[in-house]
């Protein structure tokens, strides 16, 4: 797992960002994890001594939007299908591919941060089934050579 951005590069970013008591805690908290990959401790710490919001505040706005998090994750995030069209067609046995292929757990990173692995209720696809989106990009109608295909070549696009 990398380690937390060194502090002058926080201080740096956070005064580019012009962090202070009137800013948009959201849209700043966006910023901050566009540029980190995730929200570090330290920089939530900083925001909250710039803006004076207390750091239980701030941690309550990031844990109620799913969209943040404060552990890095893979740079790509891979979302597989559980919806019914994708489980009769062979959904658990996706999952199960790229889990194998990438040596990960749903809910989880891989060692080199390229993927993050989760699932979701459904893509709203259904004529793709079985179906996976990386980043906002679909694949559909799976199979295991497919998996292994799209996944070797996201991994040679990082090369």
Not at 1 to 26: C, K, R, S, Y
Not at 36 to 44: E, K, N, T, V, W
Request: with cysteine; aromatic share 8%; proline share 6%.
């Amino acid at each position: 797992m990398p380690h937390d951005p060194p502090e002058a590069e926080l201080d740096e970013f956070l005064a580019n960002l012009q962090v202070a008591p009137e800013i948009n805690l959201i849209g700043a908290l966006q910023e901050v994890q566009s540029r980190f990959g995730y929200l570090p401790r330290a920089a939530l710490e900083k925001i909250s001594r710039r803006t004076r919001i207390p750091l239980s505040r701030i941690y309550g706005v990031v844990t109620f939007y799913a969209q943040f998090y404060t552990e890095p994750r893979g740079r790509h995030t891979i979302l597989c299908c559980r919806g019914t069209a994708c489980h009769v067609k062979g959904a658990p046995r996706v999952l199960e591919a790229i889990e194998r292929q990438l040596g990960v757990r749903e809910g989880e990173s891989t060692p080199d941060l390229t993927f993050y692995l989760g699932t979701v209720a459904c893509l709203g696809t259904c004529f793709l089934a079985p179906v996976m989106m990386i980043d906002h990009e679909y694949f559909g109608q799976l199979t295991l050579q497919k998996i292994e295909t799209i996944l070797r070549d996201y991994r040679e696009r990082e090369g």
